[in-house]
């Protein structure tokens, strides 16, 4: 018969080392964690902090860092343009057609000057009208423009547009803003904000549509609703400055749908239309016919600069 060994006696002395080594280990590892848990949380709250301050401290460093230009001349510059280009360029008193915004001559003045003080839109729309827009007019009602598209204003639109200078789409918006409240009272205001869509071809070619760096911002200003994807192109038309006035009218003809999920907003509704530059004005007119068909109420495009038309 074979003895049965004793417990102890099985247990060798390595294994014992072992077991006890493990043990100690895990309470120093436990002690380690224990230790390092307010520390860990000291960070956590130290990283939410700095993500809640850290947009006013770009606000304030990054001009240090990286000293703001011109955009016009280059200078050293605390906004998107210098005083002086602010104040060369941008502050020209120019009659427009209030449906088009195309320059007029004070002779197409065509309502009452009874009428010259008062800031609603019906009232607007009738006090200068353009012979185009009185003869065929758009689909859209009214236009605001800040100023004519020509040298060197033009470089803004380009830098936008095709340099990414991002920062301009603020100063459009900022200056339409106020443009709108000059020119509405509270009622006249857009109740939605859509930006002129591009189509998936040229948004992945510029990677941005700077239709809606300006739009944003502007709803914001006029306390609206901004939608960056209501409006879709579903034709990729060939740029309208290379067209001609007719060409342009065919380019777009049917290019815009609205999305069927946000179609509801449309009815009722007075929507603002905002684009960089108006040319022809025949997109902006085929972006309101389609929201005409939508319900809109009202459409008003918002447009930083406005070309003279053919």
């Known amino acids: ?4 060994a004793a417990p102890d006696a099985a247990r060798s002395p390595a294994r014992e080392r072992a077991r006890i080594t493990a043990r100690i280990t895990a309470q120093i590892t436990a002690r380690k964690t224990a230790s390092r848990a307010p520390a860990v949380a000291r960070c956590a709250r130290a990283c939410r902090q700095a993500r809640a301050h850290w947009p006013r401290l770009t606000h304030f ?28 360029y941008w502050n020209e008193p120019r009659l427009r057609c209030t449906v088009c915004a195309v320059p ?4 197409f003045r065509t309502a009452d000057q009874s009428h010259a003080k008062s800031h609603t839109a019906s009232h607007a729309a009738a006090r200068y009208r353009c012979s185009a827009c009185t003869q065929s ?12 598209y020509r040298a060197p204003l ?11 200078r991002l920062a301009l789409g603020e100063e459009f918006a900022r200056r339409l803003a106020r443009l709108a409240h000059d020119s509405f009272d509270a009622q006249g205001m ?12 040229r948004m992945i070619e510029r990677g941005y549509n700077q239709a809606w760096l300006i739009a944003r911002p502007l709803a914001q200003h006029l306390n609206a609703r901004a939608e960056a994807t209501l409006v879709r192109r579903v034709l990729h038309t060939a740029p309208q400055s290379k067209l001609d006035r007719d060409t342009r009218r065919r380019n777009v003809g049917r290019a815009f749908v609205l999305d069927p999920a946000l179609e509801c907003a449309v009815q009722g509704a007075h929507v603002g239309v905002v684009d960089d530059v108006m040319t022809s004005g025949a997109t902006l007119d085929a972006l309101a016919h389609t ?6 109420r009202r459409v008003t495009n918002f447009v930083a600069l406005r070309t003279p038309k053919d």
């Open 137 to 148: 007019p758009p689909a859209f009602d009214a236009t605001l423009a800040l100023a004519d």
């Open 61 to 88: 460093v990054l001009p240090l860092v990286f000293p703001n230009r011109c955009s016009l001349c280059g200078n050293l510059s605390r906004a998107s343009l210098c005083v002086s280009c602010d104040a060369a």
């Open 104 to 107: 007029l001559s004070r002779a």
């Open 1 to 4: 018969m074979t003895p049965v």
């Open 291 to 296: 929201l005409k068909a939508a319900g809109a």
């Open 154 to 164: 033009d470089l803004l639109a380009l830098g936008l547009k095709f340099r990414a």
């Open 190 to 201: 857009p109740d939605l904000v859509v930006p002129v869509p591009l189509s998936r071809e």
